[in-house]
């Protein structure tokens, strides 16, 4: 376990953006030591899909001009970050996890438009490293199911990362990145970050602009980043958010400046401890460390409120319907005619069968059946209507809570990182790893995960969930949190 030196990819965001605004560091410097480490990790990690180095070093050159004259403004102008692998990028190979969009070196998918994320980084001089490893159409809590091959925790090789943004959470836990962007439809910024010990967000539904987000489930999808500590989530949100005219499901309300807000005890804040987060089956380490996290809270000043979730039980059985039924209708899509895969045959529906089949993985096809059996004649009340019936249940649960306490704390996940292969064979026990997290994609409230701990040698996350568009507020929780602790300041040795 390793503590702060001066290694330059070690930096923070805000440690890199004082650097490089006094002009004793330059983005191309920070960005080699970056693509060094990325180089000498990646065999033992897989984080990237896809490294970006002369891109990176060009763009890297350009903000260095830019300070030099005067014009960067944003403190993440000349930071190298890294990009999840379902958000589309001009110019450079977007894959998805998978295949049927990878395809051969001719088939690969090259967008010829950025996502807005992508762009609002860029038009502020972010320095983009590549793209990172997921699960297959971000449906996975372990990146085992990624046509690249699993991504590593760097804690424990061994050990999966969590998914679907497992490569994002591996690269930031690594420092192969000074920050890095993922997804979260049920969990799969914060369950990763958690396995890993980053700090990671999920906003709420619609504060970051989907445009460019290859869909999985598009009513609980949103984009959100993982970094090193909490203040520099803050920064990255300050940038990401907003509403988007390219989106129609973006909410129209302004970015507040979250860094301004952070920091002071938490006096008068109201902490809700939700009595359905604790039950049989976490692991006992896990439930101490957010334990002790939680009298943590306390200490700080807050109030620590019982309050009750009591449809929580049924969120992983209507995301299993809600989200597969989305999945089926946004991966028509892809039939292999215009980009990717494709599969010659004697008949267009021959060709349309055989490259579905060979192009997605078996986690994929078996999404797309179960959605399109819940959305078929005859079954489509019986399921899908019942399960958004259950959605409606789970959101008034949050907003009778959030009536009484300002965040809701637990646990991010029931257990800590597990051995690559141990569940691949039974997807129950594997899709119960987001049995805390669902419920907020399901609620369309934000979430995040600070680190709070270890159990057995591996990092616990400290889950605070908070109303639509209470991200400053879980921020400041979890910013005065981390300040009063030491586990941001761990990372693993590699």
């Known amino acids: 376990m390793s503590s702060v030196t001066n290694e330059l990819y070690n930096l923070t965001i805000h440690e890199a953006a004082d650097l490089l605004a006094k002009r004793e560091l330059s983005s191309q410097e920070l960005t080699r030591a970056c693509i060094e480490r990325i180089s000498r990790l990646e065999p033992q990690l897989n984080a ?64 010829p438009y950025a996502a807005t994320v992508a762009g609002r980084l860029r038009s502020v001089g972010a320095v983009l490293l590549g793209k990172t490893n997921m699960d297959e159409f971000a449906m996975g809590s372990s990146n085992e199911n990624s046509a ?190 215009k980009y990717g895969y494709s599969h010659p045959a004697n008949s267009i529906i021959d060709s349309y069968m055989q490259t579905r089949q060979d192009g997605f993985g078996a986690e994929v096809k078996r999404r797309i059946m179960l959605g399109a059996y819940a959305l078929s004649a005859g079954y489509y009340d019986a399921y899908y209507l019942k399960a958004q019936k259950v959605r409606t249940l789970i959101k008034r649960d949050y907003d009778e809570a959030f009536k009484k306490v300002d965040v809701i704390a637990g646990p991010v996940t029931p257990t800590t990182a597990f051995k690559i292969g141990e569940k691949v064979a039974d997807p129950l026990t594997m899709y119960l790893n987001d049995v805390y997290t669902i419920p907020g994609n399901l609620a369309g409230i934000c979430g995040i995960s600070v680190p709070c701990g270890f159990s057995n040698g591996l990092p616990v996350g400290l889950h605070l969930q908070g109303p639509v568009l209470g991200e400053a507020t879980i921020l400041k929780v979890a910013y005065a949190y981390e300040q009063a602790t030491a586990w941001h300041k761990q990372w693993p040795e590699l």
């Open 148 to 337: 690249y091959g699993p991504a590593h925790n760097p804690w424990d090789v061994s050990r999966v990362p969590g998914g679907s943004s497992g490569g994002s959470a591996a690269a930031t836990s690594a420092r192969e990145a000074l920050y890095t962007l993922g997804s979260d439809t049920g969990g799969s910024i914060r369950q990763p970050a958690a396995f890993v010990g980053c700090v990671g967000l999920k906003p709420s539904y619609g504060r970051v602009s989907r445009y460019g987000l290859i869909a999985f489930g598009s009513s609980l999808d949103q984009i959100g980043p993982l970094t090193k500590d909490v203040r520099d989530a803050a920064l990255v949100m300050e940038q990401i958010a907003g509403v988007d005219p390219c989106d129609a499901t973006t909410l129209d309300a302004p970015v507040p400046k979250y860094t301004e807000q952070l920091g002071g005890d938490l006096r008068g804040m109201r902490v809700g401890l939700a009595r359905e987060y604790f039950v049989e089956g976490m692991e006992a380490g896990v439930k101490s460390a957010v334990e002790t996290a939680i009298k943590q809270l306390q200490s700080l000043g807050a109030e620590i409120v019982e309050v009750s979730l009591p449809h929580t039980d049924y969120g992983l059985a209507a995301y299993y319907i809600i989200a597969p039924a989305e999945a089926s209708a946004n991966l028509a899509r892809f039939d292999g005619v």
């Open 48 to 111: 990237f899909i896809t490294v970006t180095s002369h891109r990176a070093l060009e763009l890297a050159e350009a903000a260095d001009l830019a300070f030099k004259a005067g014009e960067a403004t944003s403190p993440l102008c000349g930071v190298p970050m890294a990009l999840k692998d379902v958000i589309v990028t001009e110019g450079v190979a977007t894959t998805a996890g998978s295949r049927i969009l990878g395809g051969d070196d001719r088939r690969r998918y090259i967008p």
